[in-house]
Nanobody, 120 residues
Framework: QVQLVESGGGLVQPGGSLRLSCAAS????????MGWYRQAPGKERELVAT???????SYADSVKGRFTISRDNAKNTVYLQMNSLKPEDTAVYYC??????????????WGKGTLVTVSS
């Protein structure tokens, strides 16, 4: 059994910063790519950023230059540093991870999400 647990969401004023964390735990042999997605009210879930096991990153155009994704492989944790936040960044943020279990099983896991609200 594998779990992803996000933390770090909350209310922040426009222009402010937040750092999200997502820790994976359970029967994990290896974690490949990890990523952050978000879903705003009334909208579809969209990709925010991804990071490979080797540290290569990619970002949605809307967050380039403002958000930074990173990971600590020893802690099975991925982070999302969000700076210069805008009201349109308001959403539930989800992490996901491509995980190979001890028995060679491969699955994409999702966290339950953490709410980020950007408002004055």
């Amino acid at each position: 059994q594998v779990q992803l647990v996000e933390s770090g969401g909350g209310l922040v004023q426009p222009g402010g910063s937040l750092r999200l964390s997502c820790a994976a735990s359970g029967s994990i042999f290896r974690i490949n790519a990890m990523g952050w997605y978000r879903q705003a009210p009334g909208k579809e879930r969209e990709l925010v950023a991804t990071i490979t096991s080797g540290g290569s990153t990619s970002y949605a155009d809307s967050v380039k230059g403002r958000f930074t994704i990173s990971r600590d492989n020893a802690k099975n944790t991925v982070y999302l540093q969000m700076n210069s936040l805008k009201p349109e960044d308001t959403a539930v943020y989800y992490c996901n991870a491509d995980i190979i279990g001890y028995y060679g099983d491969y699955k994409i896991y999702w966290g339950k999400g953490t709410l980020v609200t950007v408002s004055s």
